[in-house]
């Protein structure tokens, strides 16, 4: 593994390079292999966790991920170091880990442990015995280490985000900003809800200690009034139940939005309620909702002080960003969606590298589109024939499934839905009378219709040739005329069929249009 300290080389201001979407993908390239499988384990105040990732891809998929609640942290104001059956707990995950690593074929395990360790006076002699034990060598990093790795697992999601990362864990808080893929300024604090429940004198003296702290962060950090990052368990269990308290239908955490107003009426929310019915409502574990109310009046304080002009959950955070590290700065680089997208297609579609004739074929559709919507007409067209072995009844639906909750890397919620249905209408005509419609109304009608013309297009586009070599056909747009020409050579009219003729005359209708066929000689 890299140093951990080292600085690393910032991605471009933009965000993501431009480096053609259909450039040899990098997952194929050997250094990017050597990131198949990495595994790594935090060992945390309140938790220990064990993540393989399948790495080589820039969004990665999670091969192997295993949490185990140690509480190592749990009563350390008290006494000073680690719970002592915390540590029985959390060596015998370790042991556990380093089974299930050999069981893998993993080379290493890259371990670090944060503030509950480096805290605690046994934090030393714990290292010790897990290494006596495990032959595992854990890397105890400081705050500010924390920090950056965190906010590093931020950039691994949204290259060339900017605004405030802010990590909770069991007994620390870190701040770390990022601009531009770099991550600057960082900070550590003691606000872990673990280390707030020791606090004598209630909620009174608790929100004295969140306020002065949280002043002092602000002085550190200066002025952070762009984005809100929010990333480590609480903060996950605290926007579960806001989407409870909303109805929201989309249960997919990364990239899920709440305004300031909304954490102030989450707050309100968990206070006023059973937090036991709460926790199963919202489907948060007893040990995590135990520290939910300490973690909201964090959270509280924190968008009061800051004021950030909105927030988003992050689901990647500091093992993530121990990939990041890993990573050549080449697939840093890279668009995290088009580059998961050419991944699942070269591992699961029937002919890889169709995708590139098929984008090339109905792009005239979208030669005025914005590039953040030929962003997703890319990933479509990457994805359209990746969920071919589904039954054929069910595949509209497990397209849209797959898109909407996959682990997928720079997509906001309201571009998944987007994504869902145009891949929906890939296999199927309609989208109505399926268990996905309340879905449908987080994109206005206009982007519905769009995702149909998309999915439409698809449709009819692979019925053409399979072959990725292959180009002997090509679509005319003429949006002011409302006319679309299809322009085929002579000797590929035998695939003209009667059903490519009716997915063709469905695409005319979506877009309003009138059709010509046209020949040109092969």
């Known amino acids: 593994?890299?140093?951990?300290?080292?600085?690393?080389?910032?991605?471009?201001?933009?965000?993501?390079?431009?480096?053609?979407?259909?450039?040899?993908?990098?997952?194929?390239d050997p250094s990017a292999r050597k990131l198949s499988r990495v595994g790594v384990v935090d060992v945390g105040s309140n938790s220990v966790r064990l993540v393989v990732f399948d790495g080589a891809a820039r969004s990665p998929a999670y091969f192997y991920n295993e949490k185990i609640m140690c509480a190592l942290g749990a009563g350390m104001a008290e006494t000073g170091h680690l719970s002592p059956e915390g540590r029985v707990r959390a060596l015998s995950a370790m042991r556990r880990f380093r089974k299930l690593a050999d069981s893998m074929g993993l080379s290493e395990l890259t371990v670090v442990a944060t503030a509950a360790v480096r805290d605690a006076s046994d934090g030393a002699a714990f290292c010790e015995e897990v290494l006596r034990d495990t032959g595992l060598r854990i890397w105890v990093i400081d705050g500010e280490e924390e920090a950056r790795l965190s906010a590093q697992g931020v950039l691994l999601g949204w290259p060339g985000a900017y605004g405030l990362v802010c990590d909770i864990g069991g007994s620390s808080m870190e701040l770390a900003e990022i601009s531009g893929g770099r991550v600057g300024r960082r900070v550590s604090s003691q606000l872990g809800p673990l280390k707030l429940r020791d606090i004598k004198g209630g909620a009174k003296a608790r929100n004295a200690q969140i306020k002065e702290v949280m002043e002092g962060l602000q002085e550190r950090m200066g002025v952070q009034r762009d984005r809100l990052f929010l990333v480590g368990g609480s903060w996950r269990a605290i926007a579960r139940i806001d989407m409870v308290r909303r109805g929201y239908p989309l249960h997919v955490l990364h990239e899920y939005r709440m305004t300031p107003r909304a954490v102030s009426a989450t707050v309100k929310f968990i206070k006023q309620s059973n937090l036991e019915e709460l926790r199963n409502e919202a489907g948060v574990s007893s040990t995590r909702m135990a520290l939910v109310p300490y973690a909201a009046e964090v959270l509280s304080r924190l968008v009061k002080t800051f004021k950030p002009k909105d927030i988003a959950i992050s689901s990647y955070g500091i093992r993530e960003g121990m990939l990041?590290?890993?990573?050549?700065?080449?697939?840093?680089?890279?668009?995290?969606?088009?580059?998961?997208?050419?991944?699942?297609?070269?591992?699961?579609?029937?002919?890889p590298g169709f995708g590139k004739v098929l984008f090339n074929f109905i792009l005239p559709?979208?030669?005025?589109?914005?590039?953040?919507?030929?962003?997703?007409?890319?990933?479509?067209?990457?994805?359209?024939?990746?969920?071919?072995?589904a039954h054929p009844d069910y595949r509209a639906e497990v397209c849209f499934d797959n898109a909407t909750r996959a682990n997928l890397g720079g997509l906001k919620h309201s571009e998944r839905v987007f994504l869902g249905l145009a891949l929906l209408h890939r296999y199927s005509n309609k989208r109505e009378n399926?268990?996905?419609?309340?879905l449908y109304q987080m994109i206005d009608e206009r982007a519905r219709k769009e995702a149909e013309i998309l999915g439409k297009a698809m449709r009819f586009g692979a019925m053409l040739w399979m072959n990725k070599d292959e180009d002997r056909g090509e679509l005319r747009w003429f949006p002011k005329k409302k006319l679309l020409q299809l322009w085929i050579t002579e000797d590929m009219m035998p695939l003209f069929g009667e059903v490519a003729e009716a997915r063709l005359n469905s695409l005319a209708g979506s877009l309003e249009a009138a059709v010509e066929l046209k020949t040109a000689k092969g």
């Open 1 to 28: 593994m890299a140093n951990l300290t080292e600085t690393n080389t910032p991605v471009p201001e933009t965000g993501v390079a431009d480096l053609g979407l259909f450039a040899k993908p990098l997952f194929e």
């Open 324 to 351: 990041y590290e890993q990573m050549p700065q080449r697939l840093r680089d890279r668009d995290p969606l088009i580059e998961a997208c050419r991944f699942a297609e070269a591992k699961d579609a029937r002919t």
């Open 434 to 438: 399926t268990r996905f419609e309340d």
């Open 365 to 389: 559709l979208y030669k005025s589109s914005s590039p953040q919507r030929r962003r997703l007409v890319k990933a479509a067209c990457l994805l359209h024939d990746v969920s071919w072995r």
